[in-house]
């Protein structure tokens, strides 16, 4: 194989890593707990999207007592939490793969 024919494979490689890094990120996956109560949606990259809460999650007892106000606020404490910790890792493995490759960018390594 020569060398032109090893760089339009690799152009292929990285372009099919790129298409796939896109699809997932267009991915929806849902997670549930509690039969249904709490519901979790990520992007195929583990990106958390959203949560959704139902009465019963809060007060299983008497879920007709928790009002849609209070059911927004957590749903947005929680996504700001989650959120703010899915940036923290994201920041600390780029520091830490950068600290790997020497600062090297390297195709398909979203640094």
Do not use: W, Y
């Not at 991915?27 to 709490?38: D, F, K």
């Not at 957590?74 to 780029?94: F, H, N, P, V, Y």
Request: charged share 25%.
């Amino acid at each position: 194989m020569n060398i032109m024919q090893m760089m339009k494979q690799a152009q292929n490689i990285q372009k099919k890593l790129k298409d796939a890094q896109q699809e997932l990120a267009n991915t929806e996956l849902v997670g549930e707990a509690a039969g249904g109560a709490v519901r979790v949606i990520c992007d195929g990259q583990g990106k958390f999207k959203s949560i959704t809460l139902k009465p019963e999650a809060i007060n299983p007892e008497n879920p007709s007592a928790v009002d849609n106000d209070t059911i927004e606020m957590l749903e947005d404490i929680i996504t700001t939490a989650i959120q703010q910790a899915s940036d923290k890792a994201s920041k600390e493995m780029e520091n830490k793969m950068k600290a790997a490759t020497g600062g090297i960018n390297i195709p398909g390594l979203n640094l």
